[in-house]
């Protein structure tokens, strides 16, 4: 999917939006976020299925670890590590995936071949940190609502300024993985947005702040 | 102080800026701070000075607990139950103070008479705390740099939306003091925006976010 402001004709700063898990490149948050960046900022915005989601079929792995996850799920059972290693499984697939959008769209003349931003809660930033990490077009990043357990690694890596958003009452992210997740980035300019609420109650006045982010690092 | 735009005739609301410790009303921090409130946003800004700082003399009681402050400083002694004893005293004198002081900028017809907000860090936050919880006219206040020691009971009282500022690797306030203080507030609409770097190494991109927080509540 990619969305542009109507009737624009110049060539303006693409973002690449990382749904969240279990949702897809059409989920009414992908979509309505993406309407905005486009309509009040010029932005293009570019998202894709990742692999297991939406259009995109499960492999059997992808079946044999959701089925764990379950099991775990209804037995009390640690959920961390499980999901640490299908995050890594993914990114695996979706970091070059994400790097062949990132050619593909930057070839039409409409959109800018510079500097890129990348937008990503939850599952999106589990996969956006090994993606930003390994991606030199991404220079500002806007990232939250996941723990330092799937991607520490990669994190240590991000040099980029960094918007981070941690809900205050997330019911599956402990705020200290957050936080712990907030320190290891490596970027000179990070700031950390908290607010009350659980891990869907994103507040719209974050929104905002993530437009004004991208319009200060991508010009 | 009052800090107005120039060639400005319309009633403009008052934002309230309380000064950190060992500050005054002039400090360059303050008045860099209320020209950008007024010229850009065309807010009033007020500060005065808190007793014992600027031109008001020192108590006994200040200058004794300052000296026993000094003594624990070099003997590596706990400052936090001098420091929060400091606060009670200081707040008993500026809690009336500051709504006297409301009360007079609010009588000049180019100040609205409505909502008003506050602005403090540091001293400006512990000594903002115990105010906001009493003053009914604040309906909106960005603090930080501070702790819960010095005003937890008052920061449950506050319900007013509050944009609450950290620094990362703060010198004197600890980390877990400052999320202990954000916790306590009952307010509906809190955010708090953490950024990497010494107690007084808040950057620029904080004040316009105030910026925005406050037109954003006072309208």
Redesign the interface.
Known sequence: MLWTPDGVAEVRPLILMGHGGGQHKKAPGIVARARRFAAEYGFAVAAVDVPGHGDRPRSEEHNRIIAEMRTRAQTGGEQTPLLAGFHALLAGQTVPEWQAVLDAVQELDYVSAGPVGYWGMSMGCALGVPFIAAEPRIRAAVLGLNGAETSAEAAAQITVPVEFLVQ?DDQWVPRAASLAL??LFAS?????????GKHGDL?V?EL??AL?FFT?HLG
Chains 1, 2 share one sequence.
Request: hydrophobic share 35%.
């Open positions: 205050w907030f320190d000179a300019e990070k700031t950390l947005h908290a607010n009350p507040p006045f905002d702040s004004r200060r």
